[in-house]
């Protein structure tokens, strides 16, 4: 006799997530400050002035359940495309497909997913049709549409902004899987409100990642005496043993993550800096690339104010090459740390950058004839040199001859600070300045 299951039949066994997408605005959670009474998107939505738009936002927020529900309540054909199996031709087929339905009266939602990887020619191809008003594009990214979608395509989109779920709203998502006759309703199930808070925390703001955790939670619950499922801690702990925390190394959240690494540092917070150093680390990130940026930091902001930063970045840097993850994260701790309690300075930052705009701007002027070098004799007649003293042969070491060029005369590009050891730096050069105007 073939044994049953209450996970048998086919709308049993599609995935929680699935089996509770919502199917209208009123079922769907979170994103308020778009489809909630009076927001601007509702507003469209309901007024059925919906056009082309693009929906970016984390994984698990809900992007694909809104562009189905507007789909639905605009009456329009549901149309979904990936950039993995949709190439120029399938894309022209459908939209010639859309413009039959548009004389018809039917009107196309093309859904496109994870539109950011589809490439510029696919990204081109839907152009014309949203400018006829052939489809409505709704468009998918967890990217920043700025950096990865097509500047004409996107100047024809609204772009609206989908936030991560908060713990609230995962709590009551998941209380609502537990209830459903289209979740776990028609089960008895246990679970302690503490542990919903835990799954919402863990989710990290996805409803995807909430509600899977929730499942495998229930599928290996244990059923005791009066026929109701157990979900103790030792299971939940099993089933939030490792948390995917969003981290796309060539996208907008890599920047995100070595800003706040650099800022951190830059603002002397050593908890904060380890913190997204290891984010950066637990999502994949390539060491050196860390070390590198750490290798800059020293120069940038540190400076001179404590230049054995520049030395402990760079002794990261080659401990991370020898050593590699999982052992060199503690070098990186402890660049990350030293960087971050060393004194701040950008005197040598600003100093470049203020030089590298004069050169930009200004004409290229000639090198002073006093500090050319005269390795021939036709140079010597021409003074190449003339002028030139040699600093060590003063009992000062130093000489009030002019190295920048006329136009330059007396422009100041480093100016240390009060800062660590540049303050004794600073002194000098002010002691140095003094001098050569003769006080």
């Known amino acids: 006799m073939e044994q049953l299951s209450l996970f048998d039949d086919r709308e049993r066994t599609a995935p929680l997530a699935s089996r509770l997408r919502p199917d209208t605005l009123e079922e769907y959670a979170g994103q308020k400050h778009l489809v909630g009474e009076g927001r601007i998107l509702r507003r469209l939505i309901e007024e059925d002035q919906v056009s082309s738009m693009i929906f970016w936002g984390p994984p698990g927020v809900g992007k694909t359940t809104l562009a189905r529900i507007i789909a639905e309540?605009?009456?329009?054909?549901?149309?979904?495309?990936?950039?993995?199996?949709?190439?120029?031709?399938?894309?022209?087929?459908?939209?010639?497909?859309?413009?039959?339905?548009?004389?018809?009266?039917?009107?196309?939602?093309?859904?496109?997913?994870?539109?950011?990887?589809?490439?510029?020619a696919q990204q081109d191809a839907f152009l014309p049709f949203v400018e006829a008003g052939s489809i409505i594009l709704v468009g998918a990214?967890?990217?920043?549409?700025?950096f990865e979608i097509n500047s004409a395509l996107l100047s024809r989109c609204k772009v609206f902004i989908l936030k991560a779920l908060g713990e609230a709203d995962l709590k009551e998502l998941l209380a609502h899987a537990l209830k459903s006759p289209k979740g776990f309703g028609d089960m008895k199930i246990e679970m302690k409100d503490h542990h919903l808070s835990a799954i919402a925390r863990f989710a990290n703001g996805d409803a995807r990642t909430a509600l899977n955790t929730l499942e495998m939670a229930v599928l290996n619950g244990r059923m005791n005496e009066k026929a109701v499922l157990c979900v103790d801690e030792d299971i939940l702990a099993q089933c939030m043993n490792r948390r995917s925390l969003l981290y796309d190394k060539n996208g907008e959240e890599h920047y995100n993550l070595i800003s706040a690494l650099h800022k951190s540092m830059r603002n002397s917070d050593p908890d904060a800096a380890v913190y997204w150093m290891?984010?950066?680390?637990?999502?994949?990130?390539?060491?050196?690339?860390?070390?590198r940026r750490l290798v800059r930091f020293a120069s940038e902001d540190v400076g001179m104010a404590d230049s054995h930063a520049l030395q402990v970045a760079v002794a990261a840097y080659q401990a991370c090459h020898f050593l590699g993850m999982p052992e060199c994260d503690v070098h990186l701790t402890h660049a990350v740390v030293y960087l971050s309690m060393a004194p701040k300075s950008n005197a040598l930052y600003v100093a470049c950058e203020e030089c590298k705009a004069d050169i930009k701007a200004l004409p290229a002027e000639p090198v002073p004839l006093q500090i050319c070098n005269a390795p021939t004799e036709l140079m010597k007649e021409m003074d190449y040199g003339k002028g030139y003293i040699y600093a060590h042969d003063t009992e000062e070491k130093l000489t009030r001859m002019k190295c920048l060029p006329d136009a330059l005369a007396g422009r100041r590009y480093y100016r240390p600070g009060e800062q660590g050891c540049e303050r004794q730096v600073k002194e000098r050069l002010d002691k140095i300045l003094a001098w050569r105007d003769g006080n």
């Open 73 to 120: 309540r605009t009456r329009a054909e549901f149309v979904e495309f990936s950039a993995v199996n949709s190439g120029i031709k399938e894309i022209k087929e459908v939209m010639v497909q859309a413009e039959q339905n548009r004389r018809m009266g039917i009107r196309t939602l093309l859904f496109a997913d994870e539109i950011h990887r589809f490439n510029k």
């Open 141 to 146: 990214t967890t990217e920043n549409p700025s």
């Open 278 to 291: 290891c984010r950066m680390l637990d999502g994949g990130e390539e060491p050196l690339y860390i070390a």
